[in-house]
């Protein structure tokens, strides 16, 4: 037996300013709870859109990860606990972030729990079992890469590796989440779709697998901005920055071209090792959309080829 580190998916984190005094909570899935909760609002919530956007954009919040949320990944930490009596640890991270920040900070996680005795784990190996859902599937596997890069010859500290609906290939909802908010991703707020657009890790999300985007029959590169929906490119006068930019998409692809299959040999995970779960509902993932002619470039969500899968678009497997 291994200890566990579960890590969730897009929003699976809530996210607090630390700047107040008493901090308050920007971003929570749960019911409102409390007079300190404060609703998702550009000013506490949207990151620099400068180069990389790496920073929260108003100079008086300063944004830290802290719980998980409780009705999604509670039932799944008490059930590992529970049946293999080993601590099952909850690994929180601001995913707006790329998933290489968030990588970075788990390994920082990782190395601190490391120190620790393990007196219930016995004969304790030093490795970790992973248990991972949607973007935490992604986050793992940067994590790979990361830990090997700057893990000053530690061996990899992974054992057996769970993923939970990943979408390896990425997956069309990120798409609609920049475009029109109309999918499950940020709960469908409309609203939400300009403060997506400043988030990296939801770049990381778009797909990646062929003829995802296709207009005449033709597959379109969707990290060209000039292949994107015309109204979500042109400079918002209203809300400056609040647009899909072509640094954004190249800094996805770039990070998505070098993300590392954990099955590659420098790991030395074994196949057997690792785990995908994910669903077989037809018509439960959009897997091709189509894309009206110059110059509005309309995406027709609403005519998608829908395919078997999940409800949070796991296609494919590592």
């Not at 990782?110 to 490795?127: I, N, Q, T, Y």
């Not at 793992?140 to 939970?164: E, Y």
């Not at 060209?224 to 800094?251: C, I, M, Y």
């Not at 669903?279 to 829908?306: L, S």
Request: charged share 20%; hydrophobic share 40%; with cysteine.
């Amino acid at each position: 037996m291994r200890p566990c580190v579960i890590i969730p998916g897009i929003q699976g984190s809530a996210l607090q300013n630390t700047y107040p005094l008493a901090p308050l909570t920007t971003w929570s899935t749960l019911t409102i709870v409390g007079e300190k909760f404060t609703p998702p609002a550009f000013d506490s919530l949207a990151l620099d859109d400068a180069a990389q956007a790496d920073r929260d954009e108003d100079e008086y919040v300063v944004t830290q990860p802290s719980q998980l949320l409780e009705i999604a990944y509670g039932p799944l930490a008490s059930a590992l606990q529970g049946r293999l009596d080993v601590p099952a640890y909850l690994f929180p991270y601001d995913w707006r972030y790329s998933i290489v920040q968030s990588a970075q900070a788990l390994v920082q996680y990782v190395r601190r729990l490391k120190l620790k005795a393990m007196p219930s784990v016995k004969g304790w190996d030093g490795l970790f079992d992973f248990a991972v859902h949607s973007m935490g599937g992604l986050v793992l596997r940067a994590f790979l890469d990361v830990w090997q890069k700057s893990g000053a010859g530690t061996p990899l500290p992974v054992g057996q590796i769970c993923f939970i609906a990943t979408p390896h290939l990425g997956a069309l909802d990120a798409a609609v989440a920049l475009i029109s908010g109309e999918t499950p991703l940020f709960g469908g707020r409309k609203e939400l779709r300009k403060l997506a657009r400043t988030f990296p890790a939801v770049y990381e999300l778009l797909p990646v697998f062929k003829n995802a985007i296709v207009r005449g029959g033709a597959p379109l590169d969707i990290f060209n901005v000039n292949n994107w929906q015309k109204n979500t490119v042109d400079p918002d006068v209203r809300n400056s920055g609040f647009d899909v930019e072509q640094v954004h998409l190249t800094a996805a692809k770039r990070v998505l071209d070098t993300l590392p299959l954990p099955t590659a040999p420098q790991f030395g995970i074994r196949s057997s090792d690792q785990f995908v779960i994910y669903g077989n509902k037809p018509n439960a993932v959009m897997v091709e959309v189509q894309v009206g002619p110059d110059p509005d470039r309309w995406y027709n969500f609403k005519g998608a080829t829908m395919g078997a899968g999940d409800d949070v678009g796991s296609i494919g497997a590592p």
